[in-house]
């Protein structure tokens, strides 16, 4: 009996492809960049199974060039909105995530993130290779201190409780507005109903939502202008959820003090795009995951998220188990 044809976007580690090469004819797309639409829609054709990055759109048409053998789409990310899931359900194919396994990974790099802002690191590294640093000075590079200063978490999920975790470390305040979430025993996190008081109060923020209609562009002029004077900004969640050219003449104007983000709308950034100018904004490849052991175990549950699919058994990450039961229209 022939294995099932597998496509994999992008190479993974290891330990995931050894899965997926026991038991799969597998294709893997060699190149570092993602293929082009063209490239893609031909490697679809005829594939059972596709574990896709997220720079990867897996909209309607491509899912149709896949079908009728396709079954299970697999993500190498927690979010999925590169993936039109109500196609992939009428067409019974079900799709895997990655939740919970970059959770820590996440939170740390929010957190490292937010310190490199609030002290300003990249200026002070600037400052010292550029041949500025011509002595210490009580008033060289001022930052913002963490202790009793209050946190403000936007998003309430794994992510943003494991940040909420890390600032009791740090002796700060923490405010979280997240409709869907209760507190959480054993968070020292205060829940608001309202969304200006969470702006108005707080020294940081940072944002841990999935990118939905509903947040598309959530950070705009009028959240920007209701943040505390001075406040600082941290997206680790998806580009769009901030209003970039909003954001730009925020940081430009100094009403906030910084921003550092490691998403963006679009991935990559142009080089001469507008924030790439302001000493106050720090921008990172997406790299909030890039923890050796994170993206291993990332590739591992990916390639059993497919597998499981291939299989006919329930993907122990599933997005959309209705699959099983749609109809077509």
């Known amino acids: 009996m022939s294995k099932p044809a597998v496509l994999v976007t992008r190479i993974i580690p290891e330990k995931g492809l050894a899965l997926l090469r026991a038991e799969t004819n597998l294709q893997v797309w060699p190149g570092d960049l993602p293929p082009?639409?063209?490239?893609?829609?031909?490697?679809?054709k005829g594939k059972s199974g596709i574990l896709c990055m997220l720079s990867d759109p897996m909209d309607k048409e491509i899912i149709t060039a896949a079908s009728p053998?396709?079954?299970?789409?697999?993500?190498?990310?927690?979010?999925?909105?590169?993936?039109?899931?109500?196609e992939a359900t009428r067409r019974h194919i079900f799709v895997g995530n990655t939740p919970g396994i970059l959770t820590n990974a996440t939170a740390d790099f929010a957190w490292a993130l937010l310190m490199a802002a609030a002290r300003r690191l990249p200026e002070g590294?600037?400052?010292v290779r550029t041949g500025a640093w011509q002595t210490w000075s009580p008033s060289t590079l001022l930052g913002t201190?963490?202790?009793?200063?209050?946190?403000?978490?936007?998003?309430?999920?794994?992510?943003?409780?494991?940040?909420?975790?890390?600032?009791?470390?740090?002796?700060?305040?923490?405010?979280?507005?997240?409709?869907?979430?209760?507190?959480v025993e054993g968070i020292y996190a205060q829940k608001v109903s309202d969304l200006d008081e969470l702006l108005?109060?707080?020294?940081?923020?940072?944002?841990?939502?999935?990118?939905?209609?509903?947040?598309?562009?959530?950070?705009?002029?009028?959240?920007?202008?209701?943040?505390?004077?001075?406040?600082?900004?941290?997206n680790t969640s998806r580009g769009a959820v901030v209003d970039q050219d909003a954001l730009y003449h925020a940081l430009k104007e100094k009403y906030i003090a910084a921003a550092a983000l490691d998403v963006t709308d679009p991935e990559p950034l142009p080089v001469d795009h507008p924030?790439?100018?302001?000493?106050?904004?720090?921008?990172?490849?997406?790299?909030?995951?890039?923890?050796?052991?994170?993206?291993?175990?990332m590739a591992v549950v990916?390639?059993?998220?497919?597998?499981?699919?291939?299989?006919?058994t329930p993907l122990p990450y599933c997005i959309n188990p209705q699959a099983n039961k749609a109809r077509d229209l």
């Open 275 to 297: 924030l790439l100018t302001l000493e106050n904004c720090l921008i990172t490849p997406h790299i909030a995951t890039a923890g050796r052991q994170t993206r291993e175990k």
């Open 200 to 234: 108005g109060r707080s020294d940081f923020i940072s944002l841990h939502v999935p990118l939905t209609p509903h947040t598309k562009h959530l950070v705009n002029a009028q959240f920007l202008a209701k943040m505390k004077p001075g406040a600082i900004l941290v």
């Open 69 to 86: 053998e396709l079954k299970v789409i697999s993500t190498y990310a927690v979010g999925y909105d590169n993936i039109d899931i109500q």
């Open 36 to 44: 082009s639409r063209v490239d893609l829609l031909e490697l679809v």
């Open 125 to 127: 590294e600037r400052h």
């Open 302 to 312: 990916a390639a059993q998220n497919l597998l499981a699919g291939l299989h006919g």
């Open 145 to 183: 201190d963490f202790k009793d200063s209050t946190l403000g978490i936007i998003g309430f999920g794994r992510i943003g409780q494991a940040v909420a975790r890390r600032a009791s470390g740090f002796d700060m305040h923490v405010l979280f507005y997240s409709p869907s979430h209760p507190p």
